[in-house]
């Protein structure tokens, strides 16, 4: 069971090119959400899918797009990286949507570089 | 919309020493609470966690309130080790999304 897993663990990138990380939840979970961690700046929601099969807006997804490709797995495209985008994305996944005590279990991260 | 601010760190502290980090919260509604921990290099993971008001949350040690009155969830530990060391971020579930404070990172010396 190795819950929560991402790749690559490590990129750098030049402006404008593009890329894909990806993210998969072997828990049977129906959510799942994409994060990005800024110094002095907490975990920001970047996209989620409550459920397979629907996506939606957190609070900073410009210059994303995500796909639920399947129950399992949540993938976060940059189509052109920006040195803004420079951070580290964590994914996450939660059983049920709704439920107010409802956990979190995260990846380990994969940090990014935009030159 | 809903936020949570917690005291910025980093907090440094000697073994066995008391621990508090404060967290309030603004938020509609009655959120469910969390301490989540992130150790260098790792992912976040729960801590604790509180449902209602009045609500203890506890673990390894930890605990923190769920104060309605005062809008706040402080972490504490009567006896902090150097393995405790890490980041700790608070946070609150609206209807489906957590929104997380900014962090506080604390540091334990032997």
């Known amino acids: 069971n190795a819950g929560v897993t991402q790749t690559p663990k490590f990129q750098v990138l030049k402006t404008g090119q593009s890329m894909t990380l990806q993210c998969a939840q072997d828990?049977?979970?129906?959510?799942m959400y994409w994060y990005r961690q800024d110094p002095g700046m907490g975990l920001r929601l970047i996209y989620y899918?409550?459920?397979?099969?629907?996506?939606d807006k957190g609070e900073v997804p410009n210059g994303y797009n995500v796909s639920r490709l399947n129950k399992r797995e949540f993938s976060l495209r940059l189509e052109s990286a920006a040195p803004s985008q420079t951070s580290v994305y964590f994914c996450?996944?939660?059983?049920?949507?709704?439920?107010?005590?409802?956990?979190?279990?995260f990846g380990p991260g994969t940090r990014l570089t935009v030159l | 919309g809903n936020s949570v601010t917690q005291m910025e760190g980093p907090v440094t502290l000697s073994e066995e020493a008391f621990l508090t980090i404060n967290c309030t919260y603004t938020a509609t509604g009655y959120p469910s609470l969390f301490w989540y921990v992130q150790y260098p290099g790792e992912g976040l993971q729960l801590l604790l966690k509180?449902?209602?008001?009045?609500d203890k949350g506890s673990n390894k040690g930890f605990e923190a309130t769920y104060r309605k009155e005062t809008t706040s969830f402080h972490l504490e530990k009567g006896s902090v080790q150097v393995s405790d060391s890490a980041v700790y971020f608070c946070a609150l579930m609206g209807y489906s999304t957590l929104t997380f404070g900014k962090g506080t990172m604390l540091l334990v010396s032997p």
């Open positions: 899918s409550a459920s397979e099969g629907t996506t």
């Open positions: 828990m049977n979970h129906n959510s």
């Open positions: 996450a996944s939660s059983g049920d949507r709704g439920r107010p005590y409802d956990e979190q279990f």
């Open positions: 509180a449902t209602k008001a009045d």
